[in-house]
Structures are given as structure tokens and as C-alpha cells.
């Protein structure tokens, strides 16, 4: 007995604030913690939801404006909407949607590099000559000084 309060006191010595309950377990994977979410990576330094929702939505469709790398700043600003799967219902497919259009537009740009990058005049044969860009000044006639 003298060993556990000799133990107990010397517990307390090291913790000065003990958790009174022992038996409780800190689940970080729930969204329903006492921890607050916040929608942007900002936490309360960051938007409001109805803030947030205005948004996302811009980013998402001005995406479609040839600007698919607003996908990307969308997931990137909006990370904790991506992470907590239950969180901000409303604000949720717009980032969802702006990851799978980032994905998308990134294979296809890779594809796209890649192809002419190992393919090249091997792949594409004579008409590569009219596909590269870099004898544009050559079949104007920019080239030639008289």
C-alpha cells in the first residue's frame, strides 16, 4: 500500500495536471472530438463556412475556365474538408470533384508531355515537323536576314 501512494506521489510530482479519468481514450480519428474543424487549412484564422462554401465554388468552376490548377488550390485550401470525410456536407463536393479534375487534367497533361517527349519523330514520323513548335520561325521565313 505504502508503494502504490509512494508511486502515486511520485506520478503526480512528474504530472502536475493527471488526467482524473484513467479511463478515458482520446479517439483522433472521430469527428465528433472535442477538437474544432475548421473547413480551410487556416483553422480559425481562416473563412467561415458560408465564406468557405463561396469559395470553393468559384475555384471549382473557374476551373472549368482553363485554369485547372484552382482544382489544386482548392484541395490544398481546403484539406480538412478532404480529410474529415463527414464534414461540411455542402462544401465537401465541390472539393471532391476539384481533386478528381485535378487528377484528371494532371494524367492527361503527363500523357500528353510524355508522348512528345519519348516519342518524338520516332512516333510521329514526317508529320512531326508540323507538330513542334520550335522551326515556327524557320517555316514563316523569320529566319533568313537579306
Given amino acids: 500500500m505504502e508503494a502504490s501512494q509512494s508511486q502515486a506521489s511520485a506520478n503526480a510530482a512528474l504530472n502536475p495536471h493527471p488526467n482524473p479519468n484513467s479511463n478515458y481514450t482520446n479517439n483522433s480519428n472521430s ?39 484552382l482544382w489544386a488550390v482548392n484541395c490544398f485550401y481546403f484539406w480538412p474538408v478532404l480529410r474529415h470525410s463527414r464534414s461540411f456536407p455542402r462544401l465537401r463536393p465541390y472539393v471532391v470533384l476539384s ?3 485535378f487528377s ?32 515556327v520561325a524557320d517555316r514563316l521565313g523569320l529566319t533568313g536576314w537579306s
Wanted: charged letters at 10%.
Fill in 31 to 69: 469527428i465528433l472530438s472535442s477538437t474544432p474543424v475548421w473547413p480551410t487549412i487556416d483553422g480559425p484564422l481562416g473563412l467561415s463556412e458560408e465564406e468557405s462554401l463561396a469559395y470553393a465554388r468559384r475555384f471549382y468552376k473557374f476551373g472549368y475556365a482553363l485554369l485547372p490548377f
Fill in 99 to 101: 481533386a478528381i479534375g
Fill in 104 to 135: 484528371v487534367f494532371s494524367v492527361i497533361l503527363s500523357s500528353w508531355a510524355l508522348t512528345f517527349a519519348i516519342g518524338g519523330e520516332h512516333l510521329f514520323g514526317s508529320t512531326w515537323d508540323q507538330l513542334v513548335m520550335y522551326n
